[in-house]
């Protein structure tokens, strides 16, 4: 038996049929046997039951990567079937055509299923600073009265994470703070200027995604002043990685 997928005019999936094999002598017989069937004019392709993730079950030839179901895309770059992204974290592989998630099933023998809030509560973004001993993810910052630092925010992971300063009672902090260009673009900087009167305690955070991304600053005093440091700034994932989660009972 030989089976099509009928094809909307977005490429979506309809719905499936079964055509003898006895008809359907080759794809274009079978999809105007269905037209003529039907007395319609639609988009018909043939899919393959026994192929899955660009593989033939049975050690044949695969065929549009994969079987089509209702509400599968058809791709007609990739001359393949695609099924709807199960969550917002996932990736298509370009090769299978399936959806990867972005951490591992594990291997334990055990089973699980994907929790999407979990990943996206547990991977948000966070600032990376390097002051010079490697990259570390969201630290608590300490700065000197008197004292520049300049913080290279020239790293492409910063497009659309601008690095901002608050109070410890949420307000922004503008005092000795100045931008340079735009984050995530060659040369974008972010200086502050830590004065004599500058609180004991500050936070920095993301100004477009809120307070997660950041953490606490200590201000203290200096026997030095005049000092400049530069820190650079990258954005990365936290790398707790949670997603699956175990099925019990």
């Known amino acids: 038996m030989a089976h099509f997928a009928k094809i909307n005019s977005d490429n979506i999936v309809e719905t499936v049929v079964v055509v003898s094999n006895d008809v359907a002598t080759t794809e274009q017989a079978g999809v105007d046997f269905l037209n003529t069937l039907y ?3 639609d988009v018909w392709k043939q899919t393959s039951y026994n192929t899955y993730g660009n593989e ?3 050690g044949g030839t695969p065929f549009r990567k994969n079987f089509a ?4 895309t058809y791709d007609s770059s990739k001359d393949a079937f695609i099924e709807p992204q199960p969550y917002p974290s996932w990736t298509m592989d370009e090769t299978t055509c399936l959806w990867n998630a972005p951490i591992p099933y594990p ?3 055990k089973l699980y299923i994907w929790d999407e809030q979990t ?9 990376a600073f390097n002051q010079g001993s490697g990259v570390v993810n969201v630290p608590t910052l300490s700065l000197l009265r008197n004292n520049t630092y300049i913080f290279d925010v020239s790293d492409s992971s910063n497009d659309g994470y601008s690095l901002g300063f608050k109070f410890s009672h949420g307000k922004e902090y503008t005092t000795g703070v100045s931008e340079s260009g735009t ?6 900087t972010v200086t502050i200027n830590v004065g004599e009167n500058a609180p004991n305690r500050l936070k920095y955070y993301c100004k477009n995604n809120g307070n997660n991304a950041g953490n606490w600053i200590a201000v203290d005093n ?23 989660l175990l099925l019990t009972g």
């Open 69 to 72: 179901g209702m509400g599968y």
């Open 107 to 109: 291997e334990d023998g």
């Open 119 to 127: 990943y996206q509560e547990d991977n948000i973004r966070v600032f």
């Open 222 to 244: 200096d026997s030095t002043s005049g000092q400049s440091k530069t820190i650079t700034v990258s954005v990365s994932s936290n790398p707790a990685g949670l997603g699956w």
């Open 39 to 41: 007395g319609t004019s």
């Open 56 to 58: 033939h079950k049975l």
């Open 183 to 188: 984050a995530g673009t060659s040369g974008a």
